[in-house]
């Protein structure tokens, strides 16, 4: 059974910076793609990174382009997100996500497994 961790999250002002990370139990870490995803309240899940099984290939939500850096460690089976310049509207929870069938990788449907979040508040 997959397991899957978030942690890191918390309240910060705007400019600050934050990492979150993510462990996984029950998979072979390094061979599967992971993906960050954030859900504001009375908004839609979205994709905010990617990052291909060897870290080879990232991609980023627009908005956090700059700002946010995806990384992983596969000997450690851990997966990052650095936080850069925080602003207000990053407000959200926070969600790793793994399993990805391949398709449009902002889609949350294309994800078997989550974790069940990190809140990451940020102040003006």
């Known amino acids: 059974q997959v397991q899957v961790v978030e942690s890191g999250g918390g309240l910060v002002q705007a400019g600050g910076s934050l990492r979150l990370s993510c462990t996984t139990s029950?998979?072979?870490?390094?061979?599967?793609?992971m993906g960050w995803f954030r859900q504001a309240p009375g908004k839609e899940r979205e994709g905010v990174a990617y990052?291909?099984?060897?870290?080879?290939?990232?991609y980023y939500e627009d908005s956090v382009k700059g700002r946010f850096t995806i990384s992983r460690d596969n000997a450690k089976n851990a997966l990052y997100l650095q936080m850069n310049s925080l602003k207000p509207e990053d407000t959200a929870m926070y969600y790793c996500?793994?399993?990805?069938?391949?398709?449009?990788?902002?889609?949350?449907?294309?994800?078997?497994?989550w974790g069940l979040g990190t809140q990451v508040t940020v102040s003006s």
């Open positions: 996500a793994t399993g990805f069938r391949g398709g449009t990788w902002t889609d949350r449907n294309r994800w078997n497994s």
């Open positions: 990052i291909s099984s060897g870290g080879g290939r990232t």
């Open positions: 029950g998979l072979t870490f390094d061979s599967y793609t």
